[in-house]
């Protein structure tokens, strides 16, 4: 919505600007989010980092309400314009967004991948999704998303890198507090602090990308910048993060939070650039949905790589040390619970446990190549329009 009112309020240029600043904050928001929610956890308790959200909350209302220009009149009674609401649309594409995110989110942790809730959810999600594709092609008057927007080749590809970007990036931002705890055993505190050269990296990306359209009208180049940028960051964590990182590689992160910050801004005003008008509603939430599910897809992937080589290392060296299988059974049980179950492990048992994390973080930052590969290969195909 604020996007939304952004466009309306300002010039396309100047939307590139004002755009870049609202990441900026939303990014920094989020990012210091998880230092502190780990420092309350390690202090008062987690519970805190849900009820300390309500004064926030609270805060934003009252600004808005005071700050926020008068709504725009509209012709036609409240009734008749609820009436025009594609409400079968929304519950359709929302179940269907769920049914895929669910297995995602569950799968590899709560339940293993072979467990026949997942391909079931899947299905569904397969099902829903036709469903929805039906009503707005055949009943909906006023779609909530136009399917047509997806012909558009230009519309598609802003959508696919602000994905891949957006699962590239979280994807790394999720592997990072875990490496520090099990490599140098920190707290959680400490280990979300290691994210804050990528924070920086997205603050600098996202107000130069801003002045930097605002200036030149350009856009394409710096969303191919943003993906080099990201390769580089996940590369180097690859090739360099083995166990023993020292500060100075401590800051590998920072090119992937300067790429985030580029493809999102850059992203946005893409996207504007191609699309009419009257789509502005509908093109936007479409990318911001591509931002959701790119960033539950790359913890998701992550998550899954980091479990999966956990598990796999676990069987294998425990088995080869002649443990039983009920003793294998019960470590991997606990190290898929908690990372503090390092500290409760034997020595030889401590070993295979981080070199089992390590290299399924390694995995991960691969994952994270191929995301921001997909990001660099789709902005080499994007149209620049004039702005």
Known sequence: MDS????????????????????????VGRSIGGPLGGFLADTIGWRWSFLGQSPIFAVSMIIAAILLPSTTQTEGATIERIKRIDALGALLLGGSVLAFMV?????????????PLVPILAATGVIISAAFVLVESRWAKEPIFPLRLLKSGDITKTYLIAFGQAA???????????????????????????????????TVGGIATGLIIKRTGRYRALIIFS?????????????????????????????????????????????????????????????????????????????????????????????????????????????????SYIDEASEP??????????????????????????????????KERKL
């Open 168 to 202: 590239a990036q979280l994807g790394m931002m999720y592997t990072v507090p875990i490496y520090f705890q099990v490599s140098q055993r920190v707290s959680s505190t400490v280990a979300g602090a290691h994210l804050f050269p990528a924070v920086i990296g997205n």
């Open 4 to 27: 939304l009112l952004l466009d309306e309020l300002a010039p396309l240029r100047e939307v590139a600007s004002w755009q870049s600043y609202m990441n900026v904050i939303a990014t």
């Open 349 to 382: 048992i401590r070993k295979v446990l981080v070199e089992g994390y390590i290299r399924g973080i390694e995995y991960g930052h691969g994952l994270s190549i191929v995301f921001s590969g997909i990001t660099l290969v789709t902005a080499l195909l994007l």
């Open 227 to 339: 993906a080099i940028s990201s390769i580089t960051s996940y590369a180097l964590m690859l090739l360099r993060w083995h166990g023993e990182t020292n500060w100075l590689e401590s800051l590998y992160v920072f090119p992937g939070g300067l790429g985030m910050g580029i493809a999102q801004s850059a992203a946005f005003i893409a996207l504007q650039a191609s699309i009419n008008p009257k789509d502005k509603a509908a093109a936007s939430s479409g990318i911001f949905l591509a931002v959701t599910l790119g960033s539950v897809v790359g913890m998701a992937g992550t998550s899954a790589a980091i479990q999966g080589f956990l598990r796999h290392d676990i069987q294998q060296n425990l088995g080869d040390l002649g443990k039983s299988q009920p003793f294998i059974d019960e470590v991997i049980r606990k190290a898929a619970e908690s990372v």
């Open 103 to 115: 297995p995602l989110e569950v799968g590899g942790q709560k339940i293993p991948w072979s467990h």
